[in-house]
């Protein structure tokens, strides 16, 4: 079998990464950053979630298939997101009952 | 999936003697259908990941809903999230990783043939998740308590615009808690498989799919962490 054999220090720094960007998370929630707020928690889960996808779930060294399936899961996802918002947030631009 | 390959461990029996050299060197574990060992183990990759990204659009939804009505309460939204118990939702999230890395290793053990490394990291990974959900149980058992529950005992003194926030709380948490004890039944399944000497560097199949799933679970809490617990920290208690 010719598959890649994750690295045991490879698994142990990204363990490392994940419990360093929780405890970031935690102290970054702690500060009043107004809007940024937000963005800054999902950064930091968006870079969390890659880690594991990346090498936990060892996508890096995965067919191109499945890698365009996985990022075109995430780019529907944004597509459901992007499409319903864009409904929600306008709705007030337009006075007239109903919205 | 790959599980059912066993179904046909059996080999070709209608190959006669001798005819089928290709098919005599084929592993035990390969099905007919595919060419090799590698493309069926590729194979179960793709097809766990498609069924992995009908999960992200399932729990898509109820971050939409999320969104939608965190976007109509903001500060009903941050309130709400500040009755949630910080520490435990931290504890899980540090739980939820260490599971991760477990899993992680057990999959690497069976690639490298070590049944001792599979059977050890996946008891860990199945006792980390058992713990997550202990503390999961003992934080809705706080929130009873404190009538945080939406319902006829909510607390009347709250807005009643906090209710959409604890239903979702409760509703993401708990599809995620019911994704967790399907992964612990899952690993359960694979411990015996691995028990019994099923995986090695040739065929590994079910462990990495089942995996994925996981880490997946895990990925689902990565977001839900921030989202739900944190996202009020800044204002106080």
Known sequence: MSAHVAKVPTLFAI??????????????????????????????????????????????????????????GLFWLL????????????????????? | MADASHLHAHGHPSTPLGAGAAHAEHHPRQQHHFYSMDQQLEASILGMWIFLVTEIMFFGGLFMAYIVYRTAYPDAWAAGSNHLNVLMGGINTLVLICSSVTMALAVRCAQIGSRRGQVVNLILTILFGTVFLVVKYFEYAEKFEHH???????????????????????????????????????????????????????????????????HFVDIVWIFLFPLLYLLGAHLGH
């Open chain 1, 15 to 72: 363990f490392g990464a994940l419990f360093a960007l929780t405890i970031l998370t935690y102290f970054v929630a702690l500060q009043d950053f107004g809007w940024l707020n937000t963005p800054i928690a999902l950064g930091i889960a968006v870079l969390k979630a890659s880690l594991v996808v990346w090498f936990f779930m060892g996508v890096r060294w995965n067919t191109p298939l499945t890698k365009v399936v996985v990022v075109a």
């Open chain 2, 148 to 214: 945080l529950v939406p319902g006829p005992h909510f607390d009347p003194a709250l807005p009643a615009q906090q209710q959409i926030f604890f239903a979702l709380y409760f509703i993401m948490t708990g599809i995620h808690a019911a994704h967790m004890v399907v992964g612990i039944v899952l690993m359960l399944i694979i411990l015996g498989m691995a028990w019994k000497g099923r995986f090695g560097p040739d065929y590994y199949g079910p462990i990495e799919v089942s995996g994925l799933y996981w």
């Open chain 1, 79 to 99: 597509i459901m997101f992007g499409l319903t918002m864009s409904d929600y947030l306008t709705r007030s631009w337009i006075g007239v009952p109903g919205r």
